[in-house]
């Protein structure tokens, strides 16, 4: 996998391809100088060739230093491209030179004309060879540890320039052993060569250029973002290339019911998420809300939302009769509101849920005021030894209560508030144990009228 900060950091790349760009001038220079003396056009096209590689080169140094730019307000997407530039402006050059070179080994080979090379012309192809393989090697672990695509580009040329070479080594020895043709047919493979890689990385830019999904990367970004916990859904998933860049834009569905706290936190991991399979990327997430997999409680908190009371919505109970659904609930609203309003809301609200759920019989909804956001209270526990010694015995009166431990009592604006910390069995079902909350709750007000509320809290038994 690609390390991040190697992707972001491209001096490295620089100082790769400034170096390539030194190898390839003195490469160049001897097979040129070399074509010249002895006027070996199969040298001499594999010479072009190598000189363009300076071009090209000199064109990547360029591209890389661009492409290392942040993104600014005109690019959004950052300079990558201009590395993918650089290597399609390589690949037309290519095909132009190599036309020059096949039209002047076409007429020698026609005309017939024999060539007899000197032995050092075949040394000078043969030190070629063992450069460029040396060079191609670097440039390929450069590239894949820099994700560059010029790069890249870089080092197919000099592996084009190993298969260049050895046609050329082949071709000079046949016309040395007096096989008068095999200078020009030697410089028709170094064309035939030429053009095959300057096609390979041509095409390769031009899809980059047109946005085109690399299918790869795609579907290793589509799964990780299904793996995230909370999408329920994945939709109009782009991904687009800028040199050593990815840039992702995705649509996600969530249940509609999760806060824009929850939303934000799936949108995130979903980030963190691409990156480990695309390092270096760019996410954008849409999110949308779904409702797959909905009950019947969620989809009236989804109804009761739509005219924001969805936290101000509880105790709902669905009861199937012969005749549909019987959906009961309970609303709260500003203790102050009037009746006339209040009941406006519970119509309201019966319309949304009718909209939302089919098969509905009836609706009822029980409206409750407002609590207030706080009271003013003090603890009362060790002046109440009387109710907390009743409330614990009542506790512990009904299972699968084990021990009711704490009992702590609050007197407040409004009245006395009890609170239970009882145990029961770490396997009791929290139906059951909702239920004995109940019992008590009832039991301890016909005991003591007086009290405003009372809370049970469970707890796992201590083994």
């Known amino acids: 996998m690609l390390d991040q900060r190697t992707v972001g950091d491209r001096s490295g790349a620089r100082r790769v391809a400034f170096v390539s760009l030194l190898w390839t001038a003195a490469v160049a220079a001897a097979k040129l100088t070399v074509g010249f003396l002895t006027g070996s056009v199969a040298v001499l096209g594999d010479g072009f060739h190598s000189a363009l590689d300076v071009v090209a080169t000199g064109f990547t140094l360029a591209a890389i230093r661009v492409a290392s730019k942040p993104p ?36 020698r080979l026609l005309a017939g004309s024999s060539f007899d ?6 040394v000078v192809a043969a030190g070629a060879i063992v450069v460029d393989a040396w060079r191609a090697a670097v440039l390929r672990r450069a590239a894949r540890r820099y994700a560059s695509p010029a790069l890249e580009a870089e080092a197919l040329n000099f592996t084009a320039d190993i298969g260049e070479s050895l ?34 990385v041509g095409l390769g830019a031009v899809n980059v250029l047109m946005d085109r999904t690399p299918s790869s990367v795609a579907d290793r970004v589509a799964s990780a973002v299904r793996s995230v916990p909370g999408v329920m859904g994945v939709h109009d998933l782009r991904v687009r290339q800028s040199g050593a860049d990815v840039h992702t834009e995705v649509t996600v569905s969530v249940g509609r019911t999760s806060s824009v706290e929850q939303s934000h936190e799936i949108t995130e991991a979903v980030e963190a998420a691409v990156a480990e399979v695309a390092p270096g990327a760019r996410t ?50 500003p ?10 809301v519970t119509l309201d609200l019966e319309r949304e849920l009718r909209k939302e759920i089919d098969d509905l019989a009836r609706v009822e909804i029980h409206l409750e005021p407002h609590e207030p956001r706080w009271l003013t209270g003090r603890v009362v526990t060790a002046h109440r030894t009387d109710l907390t010694e009743d409330a614990r015995l009542i506790a512990e009166r009904h299972p699968p209560i084990t021990r009711c431990h704490e009992v702590a009592v609050t007197e407040a604006d409004d009245g006395m508030h009890v609170v239970l910390h009882c145990e029961a069995p770490a396997s009791t079902p929290i139906a059951e144990i909702h239920d004995a909350s109940l019992e008590i709750e009832s039991e301890i007000h016909r005991s003591h009228p007086g009290i405003k509320s009372i809370l049970v809290h469970f707890e796992p038994q201590e083994s």
């Open 72 to 107: 600014d307000r005109e690019h959004p997407y950052g300079h990558g491209r201009a590395e993918n530039l650089a290597a399609l402006g390589s690949s037309l050059v290519m095909v132009l030179v190599g036309g020059g070179v096949a039209w002047e080994a076409s007429r």
């Open 117 to 122: 090379p000197p032995v050092y012309a075949l």
């Open 167 to 200: 046609a050329v080594l082949v071709g000079l020895g046949a016309a040395r052993l007096g096989f008068a043709g095999g200078d020009a047919i030697a410089a028709l493979v170094v064309v035939v060569t030429m053009w095959a890689m300057a096609a390979r």
């Open 284 to 333: 954008i997430v849409h999110v949308e809300p779904s409702h797959e997999g909905e009950d019947i409680v969620a989809r009236t908190f989804a109804a009761a939302n739509r005219i924001g009371m969805a936290d101000q919505v509880h105790n709902v109970l669905a009861v199937r009769h012969p005749e549909g659904l019987w959906l009961m609930l309970h609303a709260k609203v």
């Open 335 to 344: 203790e102050q509101t009037p009746l006339a309003r209040a009941h406006q």
